[in-house]
């Protein structure tokens, strides 16, 4: 079975710096996609990431990237210069390329922007 | 953002009585899908469709029933509410199987009482 583990329930930060959020998976497929999602106060789900697994060139989006290690089955988020407006409950997720719809979230980790 | 309107945004009911949640979309999306968030659970996959009248079940499909007579919505249906179906759904749509860029639609937060 498929699973998504994020070991971090609550994580705070100090505006303006870099937190890293933590998810490992396990999968015995080869091909797939990794996710971080972001859901803010308003409940709305944001995708931040996404990461190819065939590609060991790690995602980058403004101030979000990743760093994916594939044989340790990781794929952590790192934020930079943290905003107030980052503070939301983050979803790391999964998907083998095999399975259509069946995209596994972890639990989920809720970070504070502390001004 | 992606047209991904569901109804109601708030629901409040009676253990034991059926309830539909409607997902409606305009993006001619192929891919839609059922989750429902709990804490320390995530986001868990309900059912989902590829297709109109294809749909399959996911993780935690017990106790539900969906159907896609349109391209545009995607009913989820609690044929008898329990209290343990109180919870945050989510519906989501995508283009394409595989690549799995999902779009959300902003929630339904059901109360079984």
């Known amino acids: 079975a498929q699973t998504v583990t994020q070991s971090q329930p609550e994580m705070s930060v100090q505006e303006a710096e870099t937190v890293t959020l933590s998810c490992t998976y396990d999968t015995s497929e080869n091909n797939y996609y990794l996710f971080w999602y972001k859901q803010p106060p308003s409940r709305q789900m944001i995708l931040v990431i996404r990461?190819?697994?065939?590609?060991?060139q790690n995602a980058t989006e403004n101030r979000f990237s990743v760093n994916f290690q594939k044989a340790a089955k990781s794929f952590s988020l790192k934020i930079s210069d943290s905003q107030l407006g980052d503070t939301a409950m983050y979803f790391c997720?999964?998907?083998?390329?095999?399975?259509?719809?069946?995209?596994?979230f972890g639990q989920g980790t809720t970070l504070q922007v502390k001004p | 953002d992606a047209g991904i309107t569901q109804s109601p945004r708030h629901k409040v009911t009676e253990t034991g009585t059926p309830v539909t949640l409607r997902c409606h979309q305009t993006e001619n999306h192929r891919y839609m899908y059922w989750y429902r968030q709990d804490p320390g659970h995530g986001l868990r996959l309900i059912h989902y469709s590829y297709g109109v009248k294809d749909t399959d079940k996911g993780e935690v499909s017990d106790g539900y029933s969906v159907s896609r007579s349109k391209t545009e919505d995607f009913l989820l249906t609690l044929e008898s509410a329990t209290s343990s179906q109180t919870s945050v759904y989510f519906c989501a749509i995508s283009e394409s199987r595989g690549k799995e860029k999902l779009f959300f639609g902003s929630g339904t937060q059901l109360s079984v009482l």
């Open positions: 997720a999964f998907i083998a390329s095999s399975n259509t719809g069946k995209l596994i």
């Open positions: 990461q190819e697994a065939y590609k060991q």
